[in-house]
């Protein structure tokens, strides 16, 4: 198993990092889980249920989910499909894990940066998805194993200066967060604790 603290604890510290309050999107998870064949993380559901969609410090953005059954992950994933499927010499940029199908094992896309660092989920539905560790990489360097949560990696690039490779911390005063535009399925409740 993979060493963290409890999933609502990393988005309750993000939270209060960016000095933001829950937006409380009511999201369908089973119906995206559904669709992706694996449940997925409780901390990333968390991150969903608290932020939404939005830039975090204006680089990273994470594949949230606006509510209802609507994912950007799981759009992301479908992208990254066709794309692979139009251009198959495209499939080296996922290995050693490939990209993940249905039932089975490879990389899931759950953030993206403004400078192209990208982190995924090196996901197998014969692992518990808590312990899925997080996998990155920079466009100048192959996948990096994290073994730790989305929501813990999004803490450490937003204000941990020794994450390096990754961190922004050293570049700006305070972390930030900016929703994009949602659809009215949220309340004002703050993030559990």
Known sequence: MIGRGSAVSWVSRIADAVEWRSMDV???WEVIEARLGTALPADYKELCRCFGVGEFS???H??????GA???MVDKLASLWRTLETHPITRDAFDPYGLYRPGGAGLIP??????AVEFSWAADVEVPPQ???VVARTEVSPWRRLPMS???CLFRV????SFTEFTIADLMERPSFRPYAMESRVSTRGCAR
């Open 62 to 67: 994470v594949y949230g989910a606006p509510g």
């Open 58 to 60: 204006g680089y990273v």
């Open 26 to 28: 009511d999201i369908a």
């Open 150 to 152: 989305a929501s813990e």
């Open 110 to 115: 759950w953030a993206v940066s403004e400078t």
């Open 70 to 72: 609507d994912s950007q």
């Open 158 to 161: 937003l204000t941990d200066v």
């Open 131 to 133: 312990d899925w560790p």
